[in-house]
């Protein structure tokens, strides 16, 4: 076999183990990514040192590639997106202020969330800048019949506000208002049933409260089964190490980075896969 996993731990992860680097770049390879992604949630290749040409062509493998990286400077649109807190290079750093609560991506805007998220490491943080995946499959599974029961029926309102709450008073006025006032809102349901039947849960920071509870007793709730999903057997935290890429399933998993410093160097690249289903 070209192309091989290993399973990091029970229920979540997977390293990939390859014989020749070139038996990545194949369609039948990106179909075995794939299926692995959607079924172990988080999938690392140990040190595969991508080119950014090479993480474009293997995320157009697995595909469809999602273009949501605008320059801010053109307007264009481009293929790849620096993950860094350095001004220089990136000169709106709160978004990324923000990957350090649980997230998940383009959960606000009016498209599918993306199918999975890919990240190349180019500069590691030398403290912190460890990236953690929870998965809400398993977290979903794991919940006694009670609460699965209970959460049926329920929705949360999810916005880019809520996601910025809690860096709110750490960033100042101006860009606070210019990154909320996009305003979306966003209504999904808890448990997201997908096409093959299995399970997920859409929380993170962008739920900010349940439809039809109160705003105290529906957060509490959403940052219950924040940290349920959180527990170790459900999660999985990344160590990087510089030229590590990383896939994982935004469609069935939270993530968060461990908090590095904005002057650490850290450099993530990032592309991402189009999701094929709306939440549902
Ligand atoms: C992101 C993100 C995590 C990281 O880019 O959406 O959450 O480890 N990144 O930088
Ligand atoms: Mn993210």
């Known amino acids: 076999m070209a192309i091989r996993f290993e399973n990091l731990k029970p229920k979540i992860g997977a390293s990939v183990v390859w014989d020749s680097r070139e038996d990545l770049f194949t369609e039948e390879a990106a179909k075995l990514i794939r299926e692995k992604v959607e079924e172990r949630t988080v999938l690392v290749f140990p040190k595969l040192n991508l080119s950014d040409e090479e993480q474009v062509q293997i995320t157009e493998l697995i595909g469809p590639r999602q273009m949501m990286h605008v320059d801010r400077e053109t307007g264009d649109l481009k293929d790849i997106y620096q993950v860094t807190l350095d001004r220089k290079l990136n000169p709106q750093p709160e978004y990324v202020l923000g990957t ?11 498209a599918p969330p993306s199918f999975a998220t890919l990240l190349s490491c180019r500069r590691k943080a030398p403290e912190g800048g460890q ?14 019949d009670a609460e699965k029961v209970q959460l049926a029926e329920l ?8 996601s910025l709450s809690h860096i709110a008073d750490a960033i100042p006025q101006r860009e606070y208002d210019a990154v909320t006032k996009i305003g ?10 997908h096409g093959s039947g299995r399970k997920s849960m859409v929380i993170g920071t962008t739920a900010d409260h349940v439809v039809g509870q109160s705003i105290a007793a529906g957060r509490a709730m959403l940052v219950r089964l924040q940290e349920w999903a959180a527990q170790p ?48």
């Open 233 to 280: 057997d459900y999660s999985y935290r990344h160590q990087w190490e510089e030229g590590d890429f990383v896939v994982w399933d935004n469609t069935g998993a939270m993530h968060r980075v461990i908090p590095y410093d904005a002057r650490s160097g850290r450099m993530m690249h990032r592309t991402s896969i189009a999701g094929t289903e709306a939440v549902s």
């Open 184 to 193: 979306l809102i966003k209504e999904h349901p808890i448990v997201w049933t």
């Open 100 to 110: 350090f609560f649980w997230h998940m991506d383009g959960i606000t805007v009016d």
């Open 155 to 162: 929705k949360a309102v999810h916005s880019v506000k809520a």
């Open 131 to 144: 990236t953690e995946f929870a998965s809400t499959y398993a977290a979903y599974e794991g919940l006694p």
